[in-house]
């Protein structure tokens, strides 16, 4: 299955390569020097996952114009890309004031049904318009950072990896920030964790009233296996508050902490998490945040209750469909971004830093609580690799680029003292699968019966004829795909 998904997506990959103009110069590696390794093309490498560039790349030698020429290949794929996406996005602009203006002619002597035509017209405008603009600022950009950063890992991991390897041997690694993982849960990450729990729970009143969370999921046991994944985390952590952990009735793919050990984990995720190592890591990412208390540094720059405004400003015009909130609308609709992000953007802001320190730490929390390290870099590649991930953007988006994520994380991992029969998969863990997939069945078709355009002022209009982008749809098929007119899509 996940075999067959990497060639989906090298197939739309090489579409993408091929039938970009500018990327029509394949370029072509140098074999390498290795003999067992019979090297591919250099683009091709850009469609493995992290985890197989970690072993694969210190094998393989690229020369230095290949690389400048995939690089630049990208580029221009990229900026191509976007620019088509701009293009429509601008047409459509035009194409909404030029309704605009119709109906302005027509003025109080316009009939109902002409009028009627051109709200329906202006209405899917805006949709179009909404998603051509997410596409070109978000979905592409985020594809292409993620082939970047495989080219970079591609060039640059063999002489990380020997020098991560270096400091094993002589012993430095135990020299580095938070090098002291035999004292987890005896150290001190950062002072006055428990000045947090108010904070925490004022945070969580507040959502709350302001509409901002989403239901909690009411299947017990699910909570109970979330809950039990996390306790063990936590005991074996540098937390010295208690944990409150909620699963949310919520599709995003995401997972975020609020001050004081209040760890909430969206239904997304557990759909898309294949075992209990990698919900372990994402968790144990969480737990950090909370042991270094990043929230109540960040909260320091804004007044909370400034924050609360912020996203209770976002929150209202999803709800209300206000046309300023169309294009947010739309993101949330496609996964794009979800409350949780909001939640981390607007309450929790991002620090690169910090994002790295509790990948840091989330590893070590991991490793101490008996789990497989690599549950944590596992999901981010799948995540990053996977058909359609466009889905789980909110999850990279709240998060730093990704080569120094992952080859920080790699190294982390390299310095974890060796540990037999680290727990990857579990009874448990398969059993909340099972009793996941009834309410997520249950949540989609609630979702699908709901009327879908909260936004939709004008009723009875047929909705566009074609969307620019489907849900689930690979962004490469988007670039590959021939231009097509904007023009005439709408009738
Ligand atoms: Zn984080």
């Known amino acids: 299955m996940k075999e067959l998904c990497r060639k989906c997506i090298a197939v739309g990959l090489s579409l993408l390569l091929v039938l970009l103009p500018e990327i029509s110069t394949q370029a072509q590696a140098q074999l390498s020097t290795a003999p067992q390794v019979s090297q591919l093309p250099l683009h091709d490498y850009l469609q493995k996952s992290y985890l197989d560039l970690f072993t694969l790349a210190p094998k393989l030698t690229f020369n230095a114009s290949d690389v400048e020429k995939e690089r630049q290949a990208l580029k ?18 035009k194409q909404i004031d030029a309704a605009r203006a119709d109906l ?50 591609l060039v640059r991991w063999p002489e990380q990896y020997g020098r991560i390897q270096a400091a094993i041997d002589d012993g430095s690694y135990h020299n580095r ?21 108010k904070r925490g729970k004022d945070a969580v009143t507040e959502l709350k009233a302001a509409g901002l969370l989403p239901p909690e999921l009411e299947n017990k046991a699910i909570q109970q296996y979330v809950k039990s994944v996390a306790d063990r985390v936590a005991q074996h952590s540098d ?24 760890l909430y984990v969206e239904r997304g995720l557990l759909e898309e998490a294949d075992d209990e190592a990698q919900l372990a890591g994402v ?73 790295l320190e509790a990948d840091q730490l989330g590893i070590q929390y991991a490793w101490n609580s008996g789990y497989d390290t690599s549950g944590f870099t596992r999901f981010f590649d799948k995540m990053a690799t996977k058909v359609g991930y466009v889905n789980g953007v909110s999850w990279f ?82 670039c590959s795909a021939e231009p097509r007119s904007v023009e005439g899509t709408i009738k």
């Open 76 to 93: 221009s794929g990229e900026n191509s890309c976007k620019s088509r996406f701009k293009d429509h996005a601008k047409l459509y602009e």
């Open 283 to 355: 968790i144990a990412h969480e737990i950090a945040h909370d042991t270094a208390r990043h929230s109540a540094k960040l909260m320091k720059r804004a007044s909370i209750a400034s924050l609360f405004y912020q996203a209770a400003q976002v929150a209202a015009m999803v709800l209300t469909g206000g046309v300023a909130g169309i294009g947010l609308y739309y993101a949330l609709q496609y996964g794009f971004y979800g409350l949780g992000m909001v939640l981390s953007l607007k309450l929790l802001g991002v620090s690169r830093d910090y994002e």
């Open 397 to 478: 988006r709240t998060h730093p680029p990704f080569y120094q994520r992952m080859v920080d994380a790699q190294r982390e991992i390299m310095f974890m003292p060796k540990k037999e029969g680290g727990t990857v998969q579990t009874p448990e863990f398969l059993e909340m699968k099972k009793n996941l997939a009834p309410v997520t069945a249950e949540a989609e078709k609630e979702e699908a019966d709901k009327p879908s355009l909260l936004l939709t002022k004008e009723e009875g209009c047929a909705p566009p004829k074609k969307l620019e982008y489907k849900p689930g749809q690979p962004i490469e098929q988007l």
């Open 177 to 197: 920030r938070w090098g002291d993982v035999k004292d987890i849960g005896f150290r001190e990450i950062a002072a006055g964790q428990r000045d947090d729990i």
């Open 104 to 153: 302005k002619r027509g003025g109080a002597q316009l009939a109902d049904q002409p009028r009627h035509e051109l709200h329906c017209r202006i209405q899917n405008l805006e949709l179009l318009h909404s998603e051509a603009d997410v596409l070109s600022s978000q979905a592409i950009p985020n594809a292409y950072d993620n082939l970047n950063a495989k080219l970079d890992l």
């Open 239 to 262: 937390l010295k508050v208690p944990l409150h952990i909620t699963v949310l009735q919520s599709k995003e793919i995401n997972a975020f902490a609020l001050p004081g050990g209040y």
